[in-house]
């Protein structure tokens, strides 16, 4: 897939405190994701639907369900110790 770029940074030292504070900070957000990705798959469903029947995506469905896998992704990443970029609580949708 050529329209899909991952750019991944990290230090090479990390503090216990902050593994800790992760594990806080992903449960936290991994409780955000979980009720926003209910939404996102009621919109990917709903997106389904609208494909059938006009033959075309709607933006803002799209939208809303990409920006919930881009927030999954990056809580993965983070959580994972792989960056030490924090996701926000709240995604960006």
């Known amino acids: 897939m050529k329209t899909v770029k991952i750019t991944v940074t990290s230090a090479e030292k990390a503090s ?19 009720v926003v990705g209910i939404l996102a798959g009621i919109a990917v469903i709903a997106q389904m639907l609208y494909v059938l029947i006009f033959g075309k995506r709607h933006k803002k469905l799209n939208t809303f369900a990409t920006n919930w896998l881009i927030a999954f992704s990056e809580l993965g990443f983070y959580k994972n110790l792989c960056t030490d970029e924090r996701p926000p609580l709240l995604p960006k949708l």
Do not use: K, N, Q, Y
Request: glycine share 6%; proline share 0%; with cysteine.
């Open 16 to 34: 216990r405190w902050e593994v800790i504070f992760r594990l806080v900070w992903a449960t936290l957000c991994g409780i955000v994701l979980m």
